[in-house]
């Protein structure tokens, strides 16, 4: 985790890219959630090997993995002709581990969000009951180890669309939940959520001489289980009787 420190102002700059384009970019009101749950790792798959002089030596395992624990932030915002479409924002954080490996993994995530405006009001205009489901892409940050028969290695990759990253580490978001909405500024959720990512590098015992060459795999595939709270910027009703964001 210490070289997370290091990628900090890029991720604060598109944390604030996301503010900004929630706030101002559509007209049909937004939402800030906040997330938090339990992700439970199907088995990683995890593959090391290992290239000296006397020839190459290479292991493969199913390795399985520790439910842990996840939080997050995700921006939305409405499409204003259409209050049943939208765009979301998500950074969040969650852990695979198991025996021989371990992986940290803050994914930013772009979402093309679906709901069903149930028991709209003049005030609620989106519905106090909310069926929603959301697909788009994450990319990954994460921070590998993984130790098998004898073969150890570990890094930390970047794979966010920041600048000067050269290979990008994406993989499916797919999310369905129920909001309900009591109040005009305050909802409740509950979520599941589908992720999927692939993290690889290369490793070497020495930059300038080197012995040992070698190449790490891993595949994560993920169940999210999530309940958050969220604050809704949304359209109110004017003294006119029409509508206009808040």
């Known amino acids: 985790m210490r070289s997370i420190w290091r990628v900090l102002p890029g991720a604060a700059l598109l944390l604030v890219l996301m503010a900004a384009w929630s706030g101002h970019a559509w007209a049909g009101g937004g939402a800030l959630d906040v997330y938090g749950g339990v992700t439970l790792n199907r088995p990683v798959e995890v593959g090391i090997s290992e290239t000296r002089s006397s020839g190459t030596t290479s292991a493969a395992a199913s390795i399985d993995s520790d439910t842990s624990g996840e ?61 929603y489901a959301m697909a788009g892409v994450s990319f990954y940050m994460a921070d ?34 129920l909001a309900w909405q009591p109040t005009r500024t305050i909802a409740l959720f509950g979520e599941y959520r589908y992720t999927r990512f692939d993290v690889g590098f290369d490793t070497t015992n020495s930059l300038i001489l080197p012995t040992m060459n070698g190449r790490v795999d891993t595949s994560v595939t993920s169940d999210h289980v999530l309940l958050g709270i969220s604050y809704r910027f949304w359209e109110v009703k004017t003294g006119d009787g029409s509508a206009s964001p808040q």
């Open 144 to 177: 590998v180890s993984v130790q098998i028969e004898g073969m150890e290695a570990s890094d930390f990759e970047v794979g966010w669309p920041l600048p000067g990253v050269n290979e990008i580490l994406a993989g499916p978001y797919v999310a369905a939940g």
């Open 71 to 131: 939080f997050g932030l995700r921006l939305l915002g409405w499409y204003p002709p259409h209050p049943w479409l939208g765009l979301g924002l998500d950074v969040g954080y969650f852990r695979a581990d198991g025996p021989g490996v371990s992986i940290d993994a803050i994914p930013f995530s772009m979402l093309l969000v679906l709901r069903a405006p149930l028991l709209p009001t003049s005030d609620q205009p989106g519905g106090r009951l909310q069926p």
